[in-house]
């Protein structure tokens, strides 16, 4: 299994960036499709990015694409989310999960690992 935590949420104001982490620890990092997904108050988790095991395959959700950019260090163990543009509508919990294979799904069922979460507020 893996065990994963998110870093470098925070407040920020409209049209800033940000840069999620999402350290991983245990098995092997490379095994794992990755997953960015969030939750804002009072609704579902939603499906944000997500790479595939080697990185060379990327996909996003519709509302981010051309300003989220997700990559990952496997040498690092290390997942990222850079966030440009940043919009008040983005402000949520952002978590990063895994799941064994190389396919990326926007399903969060799909995903066994999960972090804690890091909070990303967007002030207009």
């Known amino acids: 299994q893996v065990q994963l935590v998110e870093s470098g949420g925070g407040l920020v104001q409209a049209g800033g960036s940000l840069r999620l982490s999402c350290s991983a620890s245990g098995r092997t990092f490379s095994s794992y499709a990755m997953g960015w997904f969030r939750q804002a108050p009072g609704k579902e988790r939603e499906f944000v990015a997500g790479?595939?095991?080697?990185?060379?395959?990327?996909y996003y959700e519709e509302s981010v694409k051309g300003r989220f950019t997700i990559s990952r260090d496997n040498t690092k163990n290390t997942l990222y989310l850079q966030m440009n543009s940043l919009k008040p509508e983005d402000t949520a919990v952002y978590y990063c999960?895994?799941?064994?294979?190389?396919?990326?799904?926007?399903?969060?069922?799909?995903?066994?690992?999960w972090g804690q979460g890091t909070q990303v507020t967007v002030s207009s």
């Open positions: 790479i595939s095991r080697s990185g060379g395959n990327t």
């Open positions: 999960a895994a799941r064994d294979g190389s396919t990326v799904f926007l399903d969060s069922s799909w995903y066994r690992y």
